[in-house]
């Protein structure tokens, strides 16, 4: 990952999500949305939750509905890559 990429999250009145950084869409439906982003995997949960602007491009995403909680944790494809370059260098 590269630290230089700037990322951003814009939580406006917890129903308007905008998420820069983004590569990706890993999964969604009305109740969660998996994002892989510059900083690793981003799990947005809410209600009635849509994807209603995407630019992969640009690396932008805006999630609209009721967003209840936003959790960050490591993409298991970098952690798995990681684990392989540590065991070769042991």
């Not at 999250?9 to 999500?17: D, F, P, Q, R, T």
Request: charged residues 30%; proline residues 0%; glycine residues 8%.
């Amino acid at each position: 990952m590269d630290e230089k990429i700037t990322q951003s999250l814009v939580l406006e009145n917890k129903e308007v999500l905008n998420v820069t950084g983004v590569e990706g869409v890993d999964n969604f439906n009305d109740e969660i949305v998996v994002l892989i982003t510059t900083k690793g995997k981003l799990t947005i949960r809410g209600e009635k939750l849509n994807i209603s602007k995407l630019n992969v491009e640009e690396g932008k995403l805006m999630v609209k509905g009721v967003i209840n909680s936003m959790v960050f944790s490591e993409y298991e494809g970098q952690r798995e890559k990681v684990s392989l370059v540590k065991r070769l260098f042991k």
